[in-house]
């Protein structure tokens, strides 16, 4: 028992340590505000009669494992991260915005599946980031009739701000599109998409967000249905090398940012080695299966849809015994456990995972400084596209 207070001790030291070398002063959050995609949405397709049934997690078995077993719009079994950093901060569910009896009072989640931070990207069937960012404004405007304007400023700066964003522009937007793949070389593309999501994070500082983390992109070609379009059942370089390409140009531009805004922290979370770990060393983390969702239809169930049957049977969906051993829950989602794990990670891990603080230490500080991180030199080039 002894050891156990003297580690506890010697944490709190070294978090105490780490804030200081940032000239992080201790405070409290506010809220927690969310945009993006499917990884992040608590209900917002849910609650949107006019999205598509392809994007909408609004039937058994989604959401069986966890919320009384019912479906609550989110694309796992159960929960997803901000369900978890949620817990972990001490903070109730972060409620979709499109919720009609929504309790935003602590914050509110305006991310939607199948969203990027292109419009272009599955558009008028789900609520992209330029839209969610109008819906913010609206937010903040009923958040500003309910306080003076002091308490309305501190209510924006002590507000932690989440953002899951780039997966769509690629999966369901250029490598969807022949199109915009002759119009944009890989890299231009990927300057596009990081372009855009650079200018949100500008509009949520001009409206007062001073705590920003923003997630990066996993593995793509690791997906079970680009696992299929490889042929050999293996990922899909160019699909993973564009998730390559988007992180380290998501780096820069939180770099910059970083340079440009030292009255903020903006956090960057880095996905694509924590996932790439669990494909790679299954067995390790708990997992069974690292390839094959434990939802969907035919090879990897990368086809069909979760959830729903087809008069084709080699597109009826099939269920696993046990998502928890799966990495994949369906075609294009990880499974609970996943978003648990890197919840955790991300939670109280290094700079490995997330820098230049962890979410513990965040939603814990405020008066930040923002220190400078080097991404590094990219050490991979584009394969050719297929």
Request: glycine residues 10%; contains cysteine.
């Amino acid at each position: 028992m002894a050891r156990r207070h003297w580690i506890g001790a010697a944490w709190l030291c070294l978090l105490a340590l780490g804030l200081q070398e940032l000239g992080i002063a201790r405070g409290e959050p506010s809220a927690i505000i969310v945009f993006g995609d499917s990884t992040v949405d608590t209900g917002t397709n849910f609650y949107s009669p006019a999205t598509p049934f392809n994007f909408q997690a609004n039937r058994y078995p989604y959401g069986f494992k966890g919320f009384q077993g019912q479906a609550t719009g989110r694309f796992t079994e159960g929960r997803v991260i901000i369900d978890f950093i949620a817990e972990y901060a001490g903070f109730p569910v972060v409620e979709s915005y499109a919720k009609p009896d929504a309790s935003l009072a602590q914050g509110a989640n305006f991310g939607s599946g199948g969203a990027g931070a292109l419009d272009d990207t599955n558009e008028g069937m789900v609520t992209p980031l330029s839209k969610q960012l109008e819906n913010f404004a609206d937010f903040c405007g009923n958040v500003s009739k309910e306080r003076n304007l002091v308490e309305y400023e501190e209510f924006l700066s002590n507000a932690v701000y989440l953002i899951s964003i780039g997966s769509n522009d690629y999966l369901s937007g250029y490598f969807s599109h022949p199109h915009l793949q002759q119009a944009f070389t890989p890299e231009q593309f990927v300057t596009l998409v990081v372009s855009n999501i650079t200018k949100a994070i500008e509009v949520l500082h001009s409206k007062g967000a001073r705590k920003i983390v923003m997630f990066g992109v996993g593995p793509l070609g690791c997906l079970p249905p680009l696992r299929i379009v490889n042929g050999s059942g293996g990922c899909h370089e160019p699909a993973t090398a564009l998730g390559q390409a988007h992180n380290y140009a998501l780096g820069l531009a939180i770099q910059r940012l970083r340079q440009i805004h030292p009255d903020s922290i903006i956090v960057r979370a880095h996905f694509y080695d924590f996932f790439e770990e669990r494909q790679n060393n299954f067995g390790a983390y708990g997992f069974k299966e690292p390839a094959q969702a434990c939802c969907g239809a035919g090879p990897f169930h990368g086809r069909g849809h979760c959830g729903i049957e087809s008069v084709d049977p080699e597109l009826s969906y099939e269920l696993c015994e046990e998502p928890s051993s799966h990495v994949w829950w369906d075609p294009y989602h990880p499974s609970e456990r996943v978003h648990e794990q890197y919840a955790q990670a991300l939670w109280r891990g290094n700079a490995t995972v997330i820098e230049p603080v962890n979410l513990e230490q965040l939603f814990h500080s405020s008066s930040p400084s923002g220190r400078m991180e080097n991404p590094g030199t990219p050490s991979f080039a584009f394969p050719e596209m297929i």
